[in-house]
Nanobody, 125 residues
Framework: QVQLVESGGGLVQAGGSLRLSCAAS????????MGWFRQAPGKEREFVAA????????VYADSVKGRFTISRVNAKSTVYLHTSRLKAEDTAVYYC??????????????????WGQGTQVTVAT
């Protein structure tokens, strides 16, 4: 079992930045690929970014490419999502997720095995 706890969300002005963190516990963190997803009210959960176990593979949704950066520090069992140039449409609950296929950069929520509880990001215009 892997427990995931997100933090770092909040209210930010359009054009601003936030760094989201996801701390993992329970199993060896480097055995898992990690992903970030988000869900806005009334919408499906959507893929944001994914990173393989050692950071060798990284993918982003087109909507965040060039603005968001995913990274991980295995020694800290933490994955990060650095967000910048935030837009109103980035407002959502952001979730991190763990995938037992450690070299995967899957974009589908059902490919992930463990989920955090989410952190709210609200972008004010």
């Amino acid at each position: 079992q892997v427990q995931l706890v997100e933090s770092g969300g909040g209210l930010v002005q359009a054009g601003g930045s936030l760094r989201l963190s996801c701390a993992a516990s329970g199993r060896t963190f480097s055995n898992y690929a990690m992903g970030w997803f988000r869900q806005a009210p009334g919408k499906e959960r959507e893929f944001v970014a994914a990173i393989s176990w050692n950071g060798g593979r990284i993918v982003y949704a087109d909507s965040v490419k060039g603005r968001f950066t995913i990274s991980r520090v295995n020694a800290k069992s933490t994955v990060y999502l650095h967000t910048s140039r935030l837009k109103a449409e980035d407002t959502a609950v952001y979730y991190c997720a763990a995938n037992r296929l450690s070299n995967s950069v899957a974009r589908t929520p059902s490919d992930y095995d463990y989920w955090g509880q989410g952190t709210q990001v609200t972008v004010a215009t």
